[in-house]
């Protein structure tokens, strides 16, 4: 969601993990964020009647620190929320802008529909014989994963990322796909 900002992806400084209350005292310690995450709150489509603190039993947040300054706190509130969500504070905006990240609702619950397009994009990959977006996307984003669960393991402590110093810039494409496979629109082609 951010990696089309001015000047490209600059690599992660740091990382952590925080869970439970901890998730709770940082948006309650961070008014910034709260406004951000209260904006997300109301795009979610899906979600389970109650308040997000009750109902997440298990509440996480990945805290990334950008190199260039940016700061993103990524919530998993599992129990409470079916769907995904972003809100962005933007240089120059008097408001934060939100949106709703729509992913298709299959019939079928062996297929993962939101991993669709990467899968396309993996065919695209072995016809074109070259990768269809940067690499150091999915190195930067397999890398935040992995230190912020080492975060988890360290009890929650901020994880210095130098190995994450990774530059880039993004292709202008977004590698969404618009149409999918021919099983999405036909899962009997799947029997």
């Given amino acids: 969601m951010v990696e089309r900002r001015k000047g490209g992806k600059t690599g992660v400084a740091a990382v952590q993990c925080l869970e439970g209350d901890a998730v709770w005292n940082y948006l309650d310690r961070h008014a910034w964020a709260r406004n951000l995450f209260e904006l ?18 298990n ?3 990945f ?3 950008y190199e260039d300054g940016l700061w993103v706190p990524a919530f998993l509130l599992t129990g409470a929320l079916k769907g995904f969500s972003v809100a962005v504070g933007c240089e120059g905006e008097q ?3 939100s949106t709703y990240m729509w992913t298709p609702k299959g019939d079928s619950p062996h297929i993962f529909y939101h991993f669709v397009c990467l899968v396309e ?15 150091e996307r999915a190195q930067l984003t397999s890398g935040i994963l992995d230190l ?3 975060s988890r393991f360290q009890n929650h402590e901020r994880v210095m ?4 110093r990774i530059r880039y810039q993004a292709s202008k494409k977004s590698g969404y796909c618009e149409s999918g496979p021919a099983y999405l629109v036909d899962p009997s082609l799947l029997e």
Avoid at 161 to 164: E, F, R, S, V
């Fill in 95 to 97: 408001e934060p802008i």
């Fill in 59 to 61: 509440p996480a947040v």
């Fill in 161 to 164: 990322t130098p190995q994450l």
């Fill in 40 to 57: 997300a709150l109301v795009r979610i489509e899906r979600r389970e009647p109650g308040e997000v603190r009750d109902l997440a039993k």
């Fill in 121 to 135: 994009n993996i065919e695209k990959m072995f016809e074109a014989g070259q990768l269809p977006y940067p690499i």
């Fill in 63 to 65: 805290l990334v620190d």
């Fill in 148 to 150: 912020v669960l080492e």
